[in-house]
């Protein structure tokens, strides 16, 4: 877009300077309906990257349709500065991380700030600052800025503090021991998709390994993690890394050998572990032997190099029969030992491992792609279909898929094994320390286990509008699995104190739940009208559940004001969400508010991904920063992207050479509209009919794809067919000035949610009001002209089939022949097309129909052939196809209209003949491949 054309960045400042100047943003009651929605607000942890603009420009988009609508809107936002993220940044300003060092500096960010940030606190003053300034403002969101609010501010803590009370008032606070993800910098950190305490493993499990104990002679245990201990039954030796020294430590009063990871993972996770500084060298331990537990076999201890001591204890069991790394570990250590066959699967024989293995051609431990699918299979096989075998004593005959915890509670109880928690994939938390698992003894959970609330909250669901469908199937699954949630964490987090456990902090999540509600509050905090210690559980009880009385005037307009706009339309958020926040979001309503405060919609939208699929985060280096980006393509031409480029429920990768193709078109959309204005007036009324025709069914596929919230369909409408729809028009000599500058009216309304500045540009040019303000066009019926819309369509099909035949013929035409199809083929099309909608369509009682009239006996073969093909034909028809085939219009008459407009797109002589004619000119017999809106088409 060229900057003498179209200044995008003077004009999108111009317009949001205008709209904050005027306080357009302000929610309003006025309309007597009302519509909420907000965007699970961000966590402060860095500037923001393109990626976390997709959801907020779709919050804005839906806000501004609904305003537009009639509705009055609540839109606010606020920042989830709980927790350590904040924390987490400032440390590496203390630390003078040359990193974060240098994108303040690149972004501006004086000495004297840069030195502020090392406070937290001031991190969280000065994010906000940007978030609000630099990004929500920058992209003309009309989000209720009066409204704005942190996470870590005292009156949201006493709003947090309050649901706590009721949480535990409803008996779903409740004490157990927990093993919890543990940073040793940080405490306690929440390991799950939206990793707002983490910077890797958002995705990783607590694994509970059966630890079992195998005594050596002089009664040291060599511990060897499983997670499957059903398998000692045909251990045959263990695995030590002749590369690694091993420690050892005194464990529950015994001396136990393993890796040194091992052992400070152990650390944290049982009370009684003593380190003894004493270093085992691997050499002392390969060549000798140990006991099985349960079978009392001696085995010997081998040199397995693949023995990793940061996984488990970094001691290996071998069930070479079982399992294709420990088979191939020892055939290549060309130790004699005999696999023993403990599991029978109807389909291995005496050696699964082997079998697998050799039937991928795995020769050696490096080949640790095929191993991995090799030990899939064997695994998968074995659990579905296997059964122990009379190896396994007591436990033969039993079901692997049913032998459960029965060997481990042996096992334990008869201590020769212990439970050791591993997670699934490495996790660092936000301080870049690596997390742990460490055990809590008496750690505060929310119970979301608890049966009546999952079953409210799932009946709830059945009310609600979520998006996508899918997810609506899915979140009665997720509220069946959610478990109860440790609530508290301890350290030096932000956020907001336990009311019940001196010294301990409410995790960000659980902070998270019933936030929408605080941002009717915080206007009037934000206006000075009330203050946090004026906030008591006496006032929170008389706001949100109309218990008690009110106090003052603001305790009255604050209940109100919640009565009017709660409950919640739309909760938006990314994907990550969907396990985790969107749960506890909507249990917790269920668990305290009435019922009908409890929210009505989620809108989930996918991920913006960078080069390789990988979602893009700030604390990974997202491509392409908002204020960089806003200044390249423009605003608009972003907000185009993010609503056009895919479905919200799509992954998009992020694409600068397609936002800047956004950008054009906008430039196109702005170079038509100064196009029109220089056209000369003229008025054709088919043409003008079919123009206020397009425009109608523009609208209402907006409208109805608006309602849907399917902003990719309204975005499409808008920016694409509607201009696809002008374009035509003025191609086929159109120029009706009024028609045109009504199009053009209603067409910039149409853009407004998705390219408010650029719809304000264009509108001021006649007229004075912001459009924002402007009502959103409404569907009308009696401007629809069917035969207009079905003639255009017509001579449209006709036109892209002749270009496709010239472009296949390769030859400039002298004259071109149009046939089109015979009435009766038109009337036997409308007859099936009702039939079938009727599901009667029957190509015997069509023809039977047509075989009665007398005139039609002489053409029967041609009815025979054309009659057979209807079925297939009819089943590809959508329902715009149907509506055009049931509208009776005479097509040789309006080909033969626009004659003109066809010499003058192929410079050639055209004829057009009407095939009821008897003495039609039809050499060849071309008549024939005629059928309605497809007239036969030949070139000379």
Not at 205 to 222: A, H, P, R, S
Not at 380 to 397: Q, R
Not at 542 to 565: A, C
Not at 706 to 725: G, H, P, V, W, Y
Request: net charge positive; with cysteine.
């Amino acid at each position: 877009m060229q900057s003498n054309i179209y200044d995008y960045i003077k004009i999108e400042q111009k317009w949001q300077n205008l709209w904050l100047k005027e306080k357009i943003y302000e929610s309003k009651k006025e309309n007597l309906k009302k519509f909420f929605i907000h965007f699970a607000y961000p966590g402060v942890s860095g500037y923001l990257h393109v990626g976390h603009m997709r959801g907020f420009t779709y919050c804005d988009i839906i806000a501004r349709y609904k305003r537009m609508s009639g509705y009055d809107v609540l839109f606010p936002a606020g920042f989830h500065a709980s927790g350590i993220p904040s924390i987490g940044f400032a440390k590496k300003v203390e630390r003078n991380d040359p990193t974060t060092l240098k994108d303040l500096k690149n972004y501006g960010v004086s000495k004297e700030t840069i030195k502020k940030l090392s406070d937290p606190s001031e991190v969280v003053k000065y994010f906000g600052n940007v978030y609000v300034e630099d990004y929500w403002k920058k992209f003309g969101f009309l989000i209720d800025y009066s409204r704005i609010m942190s996470t870590i501010s005292e009156g949201y803590k006493k709003f947090i503090q309050w649901q706590f009370f009721q949480l535990k008032e409803k008996n779903l606070l409740i004490q157990k021991p927990h093993f919890a993800p543990f940073c040793p910098n940080c405490g306690p950190v929440a390991v799950d998709k939206s990793e707002t305490d983490i910077l890797k493993g958002g995705s990783s499990e607590i694994l509970e390994f059966t630890t079992i104990k195998f005594k050596m002679k002089d009664g040291t245990i060599l511990p060897a993690a499983t997670l499957r201990p059903e398998t000692i039954f045909g251990v045959t030796n263990m695995w030590i890394n002749p590369n690694v020294n091993h420690v050892k430590a005194e464990i529950n009063g015994e001396i136990w050998v393993l890796s040194k990871e091992a052992l400070e993972k152990l650390s944290h996770q049982l009370k009684d572990v003593k380190p003894l500084n004493e270093t085992i060298s691997s050499k002392e331990l390969i060549g000798k032997t140990c006991i099985v537990p349960i079978v009392d076999r001696e085995i010997p201890i081998l040199s397995g190099p693949f023995a990793d001591p940061t996984v488990a204890t970094g001691i290996v069991m071998s069930v070479p029969a079982h399992a294709p790394y420990d088979w191939i570990a020892l055939v290549e250590s060309k130790t004699d030992i005999e696999p023993i066959t403990i599991i029978d699967v109807k389909a291995f024989g005496t050696n699964p491992a082997k079998e697998v293995c050799d039937r991928f051609e795995i020769k050696s431990q490096t080949e640790t792609k095929k191993l991995d699918l090799a030990t899939e299979e064997v695994y998968k096989k074995e659990f579905h279909t296997g059964y122990l075998n009379e190896k396994c004593g007591i436990y033969a005959g039993i079901k692997i898929s049913d032998i459960k915890d029965a060997v481990k509670n042996e096992l334990i109880d008869n201590n020769q094994a212990i439970v050791m928690r591993e997670f699934s994939e490495e996790v660092i938390c936000r301080c870049s320390g690596k997390v742990v698992i460490k055990q809590i003894p008496d750690q505060w959970f929310i119970k979301y286990s608890d049966e009546k609330l999952t079953s409210e909250s799932k009946d709830h669901v059945d009310n609600m509008n979520i998006f996508p469908e899918e997810y609506k199937d899915e979140i009665p699954g997720v509220l069946d699995w959610f478990d109860d949630r440790a609530c508290i964490r301890k350290g030096s987090w932000l956020g907001t104190d336990f009311p019940f456990k001196k010294g301990w902090i409410i995790e960000p999540i659980s902070d998270s739940t019933l936030y929408p509600s605080y941002y009717i509050i915080s206007k009037y905090v934000n206006e000075n009208k009330i203050k946090a210690d004026d906030m008591n559980n006496e006032f929170f009880n008389f706001v949100f559940l109309g218990k008690g009385n009110s106090k003052n005037s603001v305790w009255k307009d604050i209940k109100k004001d919640f009565d009017y706009w709660y409950p919640v339309d739309i909760n938006l958020g990314g994907k990550e969400h969907k396990t985790v926040h969107f749960p506890v979001f909507l249990m917790n309503h269920v668990a305290i508010l009435p019922k009908e405060k409890r929210p009505r919609g989620i809108f989930v939208h996918w991920w913006v991904t960078q080069k390789g699929k990988e979602k893009i985060s700030k604390s990974k280096g997202g491509v392409e920063h908002i204020n960089e980006a806003a200044t390249t393509y423009g605003v608009d031409a972003m907000r185009l992207y993010y609503a056009h480029v895919g479905s919200p429920f799509v992954d998009i990768e992020w694409d600068s050479e397609a936002v800047t193709k956004y950008k054009n078109r906008l430039a196109s959309i702005y170079k038509l509209i100064k196009q029109i204005n220089k056209l000369k007036d003229s008025k054709d009324e088919n043409l003008d009919n079919w123009l206020k025709s397009s425009l109608q069914r523009t609208i209402k596929k907006t409208i109805d794809s608006f309602e849907k919230f399917d902003l990719r369909i309204a975005t499409n409408e808008i920016f694409f067919e509607c201009q696809k729809n002008i374009q035509w028009y003025i191609r086929r000599g159109g120029g009706n000035k009024k028609l045109l500058d009504k199009l053009i009216y209603n067409w910039i309304i149409l853009m407004t949610p998705i390219t408010p500045h650029f719809s304000e540009e264009i509108w001021h040019r006649e007229n004075s009001t912001f459009i924002s303000n402007e009502k959103y066009p409404l569907y009308n019926q009696k401007e629809i002209f069917e035969k207009e819309e079905v003639g255009e369509y017509l001579l449209s099909k006709v036109v892209d089939d002749i270009a496709e035949i010239l472009k296949v013929i390769k030859i400039k035409p002298k004259k071109i022949i149009i046939y089109t199809s015979p009435s009766w083929k038109q009337n036997i099309y409308r007859n099936a097309i009702e039939l079938s909608d009727e599901n009667k369509l029957n190509v015997g009682i069509i023809m039977k129909q047509i075989m009665s009239d007398p005139k039609m006996k002489a053409i029967g073969k041609q009815i025979s052939q054309f009659v057979n093909k209807l079925p297939g034909e009819i089943m590809k028809l959508n329902e715009n196809d149907k509506r055009r085939y049931l509208i009776n219009i005479k097509e040789y008459d309006y080909l033969k209209k626009s004659i003109n407009y066809l010499k003058d797109v192929f410079s050639s002589e055209i004829e057009v003949y009407n095939t009821d004619d008897k003495d039609v000119y039809d050499p060849g017999n071309k008549i024939r491949f005629a059928i309605p809106l497809r007239p036969a088409i030949f070139i000379e």
